[in-house]
């Protein structure tokens, strides 16, 4: 009897430790998208670059409770419900510039100067003629 009772307290507590991970992978994610979401509809503005649901780029002409004015193309307007914008697209200014490219290393520097790679294979993809071959 001892037995049987301890084996079920096992298996609840496994059963508990499985909803709370599942809640820690699943649920617990998508509140906090859910609320960024929320946050980047109630900060929507006129003047904004937003992207639809649909997958259409606009600008945001008019706002009211429920829905927004984009403007898709010069005196070309559509109607979409609030929560169809899926996000607003960041102006080409506020991106970050890309890093440049590293410098190649000495040895591939030579190699590249001389027209082989550093594997030893010339432009061409044929095997350079300094290999061994044998």
């Known amino acids: 009897m001892i037995i049987a009772a301890s084996g079920g307290s096992g298996f609840l507590f496994i ?3 499985a909803f709370l991970l599942l809640w820690l992978i699943v649920v617990r ?3 906090k998208r859910q609320n960024q979401q929320q946050q980047m ?19 945001v002409s008019s706002l009211e409770e429920d829905q927004v004015t984009v403007e898709i193309a010069p005196r070309t307007e559509v109607r979409v419900a609030r929560r ?3 996000g607003i697209t960041r102006d080409p200014e ?3 510039p890309e890093e440049e ?3 190649p ?7 590249s100067e001389e027209g082989v790679d550093p ?8 095997p350079s003629g300094d290999e061994d071959r044998g």
């Open 15 to 17: 059963i508990v430790i």
């Open 29 to 31: 994610p998508q509140r």
């Open 41 to 59: 509809l109630s900060e929507l503005q006129v003047g904004d670059e937003v992207l639809t649901a649909g997958g259409i780029y606009g600008t």
């Open 84 to 86: 169809a914008i899926a």
């Open 94 to 96: 506020d991106e970050e």
């Open 101 to 103: 490219p590293e410098e």
């Open 105 to 111: 290393d000495d040895e591939a520097a030579a190699s």
């Open 119 to 126: 594997n030893g294979v010339n432009p061409v993809g044929e």
